[in-house]
T-cell receptor, first 115, second 115 residues
Framework: AQSVTQLGSHVSVSEGALVLLRCNYSSSVPPYLFWYVQYPNQGLQLLLKYTSAATLVKGINGFEAEFKKSETSFHLTKPSAHMSDAAEYFCAVSDWLGGGNKLTFGTGTQLKVEL | NAGVTQTPKFQVLKTGQSMTLQCAQDMNHNSMYWYRQDPGMGLRLIYYSASEGTTDKGEVPNGYNVSRLNKREFSLRLESAAPSQTSVYFC??????????????FGPGTRLTVL
């Protein structure tokens, strides 16, 4: 079964600093990987996804992630944090079940951005 | 386009009561999903429907039933609510045209408290 591990349940950065949220995956087949963001009291919104094309994936709001097969990682980065980036971030791997695609989520990382 | 809508937004039940959570999507998606979100556990799949007329169990199906009413609607029923079912419930949908259509789109969630 596929799984993802997010290191660090809480990450705090200063406004303008680099954001790095870590995700490692386990998969027996080439994975599809996703990052979702959840703002307070809202549903999940797709930030970006890796679907075996380019290994460096650019998403919305200035975020990007790099797929590294040798490290089984898909870390999320943003060069300069903004107060509006404060949210919970989830990494997920797609488990292909024929017509019934299933997402397996990590436990989430709460990002705090301080002045 | 409203996307994925869920009703109600909030609900408080007493142990043993029943209720149905409603989900609808207007994106002509084939697959629909129900997840629950608990602190520190990410999102876990309860049930999914790969296409109209089919439903399958996910990771945590006990205590729940689902109905794929038509292509647009997918409901989740708690027959006899228990405090362990206190959670935030999310519905999601996906186009499901093959491995290139893995993105799931989420509703705003239903916050359920069982006393």
């Amino acid at each position: 079964a596929q799984s993802v591990t997010q290191l660090g349940s809480h990450v705090s950065v200063s406004e303008g600093a680099l954001v790095l949220l870590r995700c490692n995956y386990s998969s027996s087949v080439p994975p599809y990987l996703f990052w979702y963001v959840q703002y307070p009291n809202q549903g999940l919104q797709l930030l970006l996804k890796y679907t075996s094309a380019a290994t460096l994936v650019k998403g919305i709001n200035g975020f990007e992630a790099e797929f590294k097969k040798s490290e089984t990682s898909f870390h999320l980065t943003k060069p300069s944090a903004h107060m509006s980036d404060a949210a919970e971030y989830f990494c997920a791997v797609s488990d292909w079940l024929g017509g019934g695609n299933k997402l397996t989520f990590g436990t989430g990382t709460q990002l705090k951005v301080e002045l | 386009n409203a996307g994925v809508t869920q009703t109600p937004k909030f609900q408080v039940l007493k142990t043993g009561q029943s209720m149905t959570l409603q989900c609808a999507q207007d994106m002509n998606h084939n697959s629909m999903y129900w997840y629950r979100q608990d602190p520190g556990m990410g999102l876990r799949l309860i049930y999914y429907s790969a296409s109209e007329g089919t439903t399958d169990k996910g990771e945590v199906p006990n205590g729940y039933n689902v109905s794929r009413l038509n292509k647009r609607e997918f409901s989740l029923r708690l027959e006899s609510a228990a405090p362990s079912q206190t959670s935030v419930y999310f519905c999601a949908s996906r186009l499901a045209g093959g491995r290139g259509t893995d993105t799931q789109y989420f509703g705003p969630g239903t916050r359920l408290t069982v006393l």
